[in-house]
């Protein structure tokens, strides 16, 4: 008898733990709950890609928004007027200028067609960026699925770092998300494409601190006092390919933001830019180990969160699978168990339970 008990306990245990494992984010999560998902992202971002090619920076400034606040859980993409106060992250400042969102609309509603509330907006943000880089010339990775959208989305929470910061300023932002100094010079590569506004910047022309190649000052200045807040790309070489450019002109003096300036002139930093900008493979390959990383910054599995119908809004109280929890600070910062680039599925983490 007491065999007998002992042996359903095991049971159960096994059991709790099949569960567990599969409520957690994992390489492959949609492979049997909607096969094709995968594809059919694709097919949307090399559609649109074909038409646009600054769809990767847009994506990719979208990933990092949305995962460095409340986690990768799609709260930026929540509409304003679908708040019961009529406020949400995309009222933030530094989200004024995020874009990309028509794409993700897109692509929802074809997955709702082929698997109606099974991909979450979360997932589609990290597989979108993620196929959007391999087609800016970026590398190809593997990117674990199965995050949970998020039930809050406010504006006060947006606390995202700014452009005229120091390195050590910006890195406190990146530590308290559990990432390093060569995590943050490695996915401020992320500036290889995309642009940037004057108004961002407008404080490194008044005069010359000698931090700007003096062609690129004059030439800015002029651009600049232009009517209206003109933008320019953030990398002056190849703007449009996710490549190790951007480090090369750090090290040229030819950056446009002051903290992208900053990593090639600070201690802490200037090695790791002088590393990426003489190794193109390493930074493909520590850009793709980063934005896998990112993407892990605290998530909602398993039955936390819902999976939206629409992106830009939280379901209606009857299709509700769970209540909202208060956001959990990522302390001790969960481990990255990133799979290799192209290779098998390898990544779990455990299920928390409610
Ligand atoms: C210290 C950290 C960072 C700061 C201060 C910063 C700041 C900025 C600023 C000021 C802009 C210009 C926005 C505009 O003019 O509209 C920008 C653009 C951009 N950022 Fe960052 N950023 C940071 C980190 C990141 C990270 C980690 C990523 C992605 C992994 C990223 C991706 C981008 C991209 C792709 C653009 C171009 C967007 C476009 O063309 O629409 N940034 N960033």
Redesign the pocket.
């Known amino acids: 008898m007491e065999k007998k008990i002992i042996l359903l306990f095991f049971i159960c245990c096994i059991c709790h733990g099949l569960t567990i494992v599969s409520g957690a984010v994992q390489v492959d999560f949609y492979a049997t709950k909607c096969r094709g998902a995968e594809s059919i992202v694709q097919q949307e971002v090399q559609r649109w890609f074909s038409g646009d090619r600054?769809i990767?920076?847009?994506l990719?400034?979208m990933?990092?928004h949305d995962c460095?606040v409340r986690g990768c859980d799609a709260s930026i993409l929540i509409d304003s007027r679908n708040t019961r106060n009529k406020q949400s992250e995309k009222d933030a400042g530094?989200n004024?200028?995020?874009?990309g969102y028509e794409l993700i609309d897109r692509i929802k509603s074809r997955l709702e067609a082929a698997c109606p509330m099974t991909v979450s907006c979360a997932d589609i943000i990290a597989l979108a960026t993620r196929d959007s880089v391999a087609l800016a010339g970026g590398p190809s990775y593997r990117v674990p699925t199965g995050r949970r959208d998020g039930l809050v989305s406010n504006p006060a929470e947006v606390n995202?770092?700014?452009?005229s910061?120091t390195v050590q300023e910006?890195l406190k932002?990146?530590t308290n998300n559990g990432f390093s100094l060569n995590d943050?010079v490695t996915?401020?590569g992320?500036?290889t494409?995309?642009?940037?506004?004057c108004?961002?910047?407008k404080d490194r022309l008044s005069r010359s601190d000698g931090s700007m190649d003096p062609n690129l000052f004059a030439r800015l200045s002029r651009t600049c006092a232009a009517r209206g807040d003109t933008?320019v790309s953030?990398d002056q070489s190849t703007s449009l390919i996710v490549d190790n450019e951007f480090y090369k002109q750090m090290r040229l003096k030819k950056g446009i933001?002051k903290?992208d300036q900053q990593l090639a002139l600070e201690r802490s930093s200037a090695g790791i830019v002088a590393n990426f900008s003489v190794n193109p493979k390493a930074f493909q390959q520590a850009f793709a180990n980063?934005?896998i990383k990112?993407g892990n910054t605290q998530l909602l599995e398993g039955r936390l969160g819902e999976i939206r119908k629409n992106c830009r809004a939280f379901n209606p109280p009857q299709q509700k699978q769970r209540q909202p929890i208060p956001p959990r600070k990522n302390f001790p910062p969960r481990k990255p168990k990133n799979p290799p680039p192209r290779k098998g599925p390898t990544f779990t983490i455990p299920f928390l339970a409610p």
């Open positions: 600054s990767t920076a847009a990719l400034r990933y990092f460095f530094p004024q200028s995020v874009r995202l770092p700014g452009p910061l910006a932002f990146f943050m996915l401020l992320a500036h494409v995309g642009i940037a506004h108004s961002l910047f933008s953030l933001l903290i980063a934005l990112l």
